[in-house]
């Protein structure tokens, strides 16, 4: 595996509670390997927080020798589609890590997890109960207030057998009966009162068994003898299924599963500027907020992907932000930092201009063309120069001219130096204007002694990018930015929708590139030189470039709330 493919290098090789538990295990002889697996629901594209336990997963699989299965929970045929699943294999190899032929599904044991729910039957441990949805919420009581005992949970151990049966065989309607496990309604832990196994639902169809089946298991019913089937020796999730943890040791105890998995819990990753719910995410692809789960605007890895992001930047940041119990929110800037950092080591640099401005070099020979020959990364002379076209007629940025400057304004004004980068130093002489005032082009000229250089005793401090007007090629340019304005969308219960950045894109359709840019496959990333670092979309092609901002070179959102600059 090569260096860019390997998770290896940004695993979570720091101590953590969890590698203890793990090392303690291992220490007593309670496995001989460790096996985990990573169990999403197609229900939806992965995001940023699934590459968090993702990593984890195959992370301390692979540095303990053992196995991470990838598994699909796909039990709620109502919102899987074949689509996500596509998708989830697309993201998780992408991220750098191979499942080989240990790829499962939830549905492959739909026949065996029957089987253990008619074992359960026979032992008294489960009922057939006709409480519909909303009485079976009545009946399971408070956090203070014990629960009520089903009128059908003392039936007959032969009539559940009977009734379950039916239920398979299609015989009674969605929502009029419930295999429900035996436990505690007095528990303080509510998922231990007679929490539901099965449940009734006809006339859909599973991307996987048709319509096979018209009873499906529930999640908490389904995962843990999954594991126990796969040989998991620890499942590891996420916090919000702490509570759970009592009812998944209860399922494999009592069903002859050949091994007992433990379940630790860790933190989520919560991230600033987002959402990290599926509804919620589902919710803005559905309502059209964004351009689907790719959007760059989303936290999706498809979306990261799409914009930019590396999978070395994104385990990198896994592996920052730690695994602990504790729920905290991750600074945005943490993120985007990592990925400045790795793109700075890796992209070529290039100039583009994105708010073009003619100038013209009235000293300039009309019909030369010179070659300069410029670095393609200023820090790695591995990464060869490349030849960037010098004419009489260039565009430079409108931001770098102001006719009437500001104090420490830097670059061009009327009458001023400043110098072209990897070329020469100009003086503006003369502003162009139309009839409304607004400039239009600069006249210049440029002194033939600064190629590259600056003799002694001259001093330019400004520097400014540029293109050739004759050469360069159009493109369009999109501007992202983060997808809400608060840190914590929907907080204090508003509807997060309302904390859309109306401003998360600002697309530019008349930019121009240096010429070497049509040749930019989607997904080639550059640092356009002063603006920040972008890919070329999906959506490019030789004849007109598409190329979408991943990351500015400095935390400008930062600057924008009063935060200090960060970044190079």
């Given at each position: 595996m090569s260096e860019k493919e390997d998770p290896k290098k940004t695993n979570f090789i720091r101590p953590n509670f969890i590698r203890r538990i793990i090392?303690?295990?291992?220490?007593?002889?309670?496995?001989?390997?460790?096996?985990?697996r990573f169990p999403p629901e197609p229900n939806g594209y992965l995001h940023i927080g699934h590459a968090k336990s993702i990593v984890l997963n195959f992370g301390v699989a692979e540095d303990y020798q053992g196995t991470c299965n990838l598994r699909f929970d796909d039990t709620n045929p109502h919102k899987e589609n074949r689509e996500y699943v596509e998708a989830i294999k697309e993201d998780v190899h992408w991220l750098g890590y191979a499942w080989g032929e240990r790829l499962y599904?939830?549905?492959?044991?739909?026949?065996?997890l029957y089987g253990f729910a008619v074992e359960l039957i026979e032992k008294g441990r489960a009922y057939v109960c006709a409480l519909d949805a909303e009485q079976i919420r009545e009946y399971r009581g408070t956090l203070t207030e014990p629960g009520?005992?089903?009128?059908?949970?003392e039936r007959p151990v032969a009539e559940n057998l009977d009734l379950f049966a039916h239920m398979r065989a299609g015989a009674f309607p969605d929502g009029t009966l419930t295999l429900r496990a035996k436990i505690d309604m007095a528990s303080p832990n509510l998922n231990l009162r007679d929490p539901v196994l099965y449940r009734i639902r006809h006339g859909v169809i599973h991307h996987r068994t048709g319509d096979e089946w018209c009873l499906y298991p529930t999640y908490d019913y389904t995962h843990?003898?999954?594991?126990?089937?796969?040989?998991?020796?620890?499942?590891?999730?996420?916090?919000?299924?702490?509570d759970h943890r009592s009812?998944?040791?209860?399922?494999?105890?009592?069903?002859s599963v050949p091994c007992r998995p433990r379940q630790i819990e860790f933190s989520r990753l919560n991230l600033e500027y987002a959402v990290m719910s599926k509804r919620r995410l589902t919710q803005l692809v559905d309502e059209g907020f964004v351009a689907g789960w790719d959007d760059p605007r989303m936290p999706s890895i498809a979306g990261l992907r799409r914009r930019g992001y590396t999978p070395e930047a994104i385990?990198?940041?896994?592996?920052?932000?730690?695994?602990?119990?504790a729920d905290n929110l991750v600074e945005m800037a943490m993120l985007e930092n990592t990925i400045r950092e790795d793109l700075d080591r890796k992209v070529p640099?290039?100039?583009?201009?994105?708010?073009?401005l003619r100038l013209v070099l009235e000293s300039y020979p009309e019909d030369r063309t010179e070659l300069l020959t410029v670095p393609n990364h200023p820090k790695d002379t591995t990464k060869g120069t490349r030849p960037i076209p010098f004419t009489r007629e260039l565009y430079i940025d409108r931001d770098d001219f102001m006719e009437e400057p500001v104090r420490g304004f830097k670059r061009l004004v009327a009458g001023g130096e400043v110098r072209l980068r990897n070329a020469y130093v100009v003086r503006c002489v003369r502003v162009v204007k139309d009839r409304t005032g607004a400039v239009v082009e600069l006249r210049c000229t440029h002194d033939p002694a600064t190629l590259g250089k600056n003799p002694e005793g001259r001093k330019v401090k400004g520097v400014i990018h540029w293109?050739?007007?004759?050469q360069a090629i159009a493109a369009e340019v999109r501007l992202y930015d983060r997808l809400f304005t608060v840190p914590e969308p929907g907080a204090g219960g508003r509807d997060f929708r309302a904390d859309l950045n109306p401003a998360s894109l600002h697309t530019l359709t008349l930019c121009f590139l240096e010429p070497g840019l049509a040749a930019a496959a989607p997904g080639d990333r550059f640092q356009f030189e002063r603006e920040g670092y972008f890919v070329a979309d999906k959506d490019s092609h030789p004849a007109r470039p598409v190329f979408n901002r991943t990351v500015t070179l400095r935390d400008t959102w930062g600057q924008k709330m009063g935060g200090r600059k960060t970044g190079d």
């Open positions: 090392d303690e295990d291992l220490a007593h002889g309670r496995h001989a390997r460790i096996a985990t599904f939830a549905s492959d044991y739909f026949e065996q009520q005992e089903s009128p059908y949970r843990p003898i999954s594991d126990a089937l796969e040989g998991i020796t620890h499942s590891l999730c996420t916090l919000e299924f702490e009812l998944y040791d209860w399922v494999v105890a009592n069903v385990r990198t940041f896994c592996e920052r932000i730690g695994v602990t119990k640099r290039a100039m583009a201009v994105l708010r073009p293109v050739s007007a004759r």
